[in-house]
Antibody, heavy 122, light 111 residues
Framework: EVQLVESGGGLVQPGGSLKLSCAAS??????MHWVRQSSGKGLEWVGR??????????AYAPSVTGRFTISRDDSKTTAYLQMNSLKNEDTAVYYC???????????????WGQGTMVSVSS | QSALTQPPSASGSPGQSVTIYCTGT?????????VSWYQQHPGKAPKLMIY???RRPSGVPDRFSGSKSGNTASLTVSGLQAEDEADYFC???????????FGGGTKLTVL
């Protein structure tokens, strides 16, 4: 069974950077999404990276475009979320979520990471 | 504002059935049989409960079922149990939209 383990969260000042990692026990052929959740709020899609078959295509939410970058290293079965120019409103728990069918949009998030907290504050 | 509309809350007594609705448009819920439902307990990651409108992943009790009519999908929890108390979110495939369509979530209370 595939498991996702996240790391890299923490406290950062506005304008700072942080890189999250999502280590998978196996995700070849899958797309990896990042979803965040502010305290007491709903889920917000951040972005995704597709698998090799779909040329590792990325897409981002308008709120993070130009600031966040998603990448993956299939040899390490790990996905990353590089977050730059962080704002207070980026404060949230960040989840990585696996779509095993590597869909253009969202088919289903079969597996989720445990979540990692990112706090942006001065 | 979420792309898919869910009621903020729902409730039922143990043993009863509760249905949670998720309303979208002809560009998402109405266009594809790719609606999924997730259960989230406080402080925990979401868990897939239903995918492709009606399918249950291995390990999910058959008390959970899904359906769809037009632009509205639904999740029914039968034989409510205390552990079913959680937040439930729906997500749909969306035309030309990599981010899909997310519901705002429904807090299910077992009375």
């Amino acid at each position: 069974e595939v498991q996702l383990v996240e790391s890299g969260g923490g406290l950062v000042q506005p304008g700072g950077s942080l890189k999250l990692s999502c280590a998978a026990s196996g995700f070849s052929g899958s797309s990896m999404h990042w979803v965040r959740q502010s305290s007491g709020k709903g889920l917000e899609w951040v972005g995704r990276i597709r698998g090799k078959t779909n040329n590792y295509a990325t897409a981002y939410a308008p709120s993070v475009t130009g600031r966040f970058t998603i990448s993956r290293d299939d040899s390490k079965t790990t996905a990353y979320l590089q977050m730059n120019s962080l704002k207070n409103e980026d404060t949230a728990v960040y989840y990585c979520a696996l779509d095993p069918r590597d869909c253009y949009s969202v088919c289903s998030f079969d597996i989720w990471g445990q979540g990692t907290m990112v706090s942006v504050s001065s | 504002q979420s792309a898919l509309t869910q009621p903020p809350s729902a409730s039922g007594s143990p043993g009863q059935s509760v249905t949670i609705y998720c309303t979208g448009t002809s560009r998402d819920v109405g266009a594809y049989n790719s609606v999924s439902w997730y259960q989230q307990h406080p402080g925990k990651a979401p868990k897939l409960m239903i995918y492709d409108v009606t399918r249950r992943p291995s390990g999910v009790p058959d008390r959970f079922s899904g359906s769809k009519s037009g632009n509205t999908a639904s999740l029914t929890v039968s034989g409510l149990q205390a552990e079913d108390e959680a937040d439930y979110f729906c997500i749909s495939y969306s035309l030309n939209n990599p981010e899909g369509a997310f519901g705002g979530g429904t807090k299910l209370t077992v009375l």
